[in-house]
């Protein structure tokens, strides 16, 4: 059992540390953009993305409505998603946690959930005071018009359809994602 676990637990790590030829995402909150990085190469960029209504920052609650700053990985994808297609961050990270911890947002027990999933390189759980279920997604049906005018999600990052599209070709889970 052990040897079996040890042999997820590695193939989880070599997904991760190889995801999408080491490309990842600096996505800048401030200038709605999403840069496709490798190194310190730009691949691509992808401009007018829509943040959380509620801005960009520190998340301290689920339905706060911010998109939260900090290091993360795509850690699902969502092909048959309502917004087209919703690529999943692993967050809460262990610095969320670490912070929300410190701040009383959650207890211990919640605090630890997390961090094991983080080291592990697994999804956190979901279902915390923090939140969940952030991600990069698409419009799906809804109106392209808002999207141009505002910070609509809650706390996701959206693209337009085509954009979400364009994105796929560069990520996949494990891929790393940077919000600033």
Known sequence: MLRVCLLLACSLFSAYSSAANDVWLLIDTHAKKIE???????????NEIAIGR????????????????GEYRIGWVGEKSKFRKFFGLTYPSAND?????????????????IVT???AHQIPPQNTPLGGQIGIHGLGRGNIDVHKAF?????????TNPQIDQLSQWVDTGTIVRIK
């Open 36 to 46: 496709v990085k490798k190194g310190q190469q730009t691949l691509d960029v992808i």
């Open 54 to 69: 509620g801005g960009a920052g520190l998340k301290h609650r689920r339905g706060d409505n911010i998109t939260p700053f």
């Open 97 to 113: 946690a670490e912070n929300a911890l410190k701040e009383g947002l959650i207890d211990q027990e919640t605090y630890g959930r």
């Open 117 to 119: 999933a983080d080291h």
């Open 151 to 159: 910070d609509w999600t809650h706390g996701c990052i959206a693209l």
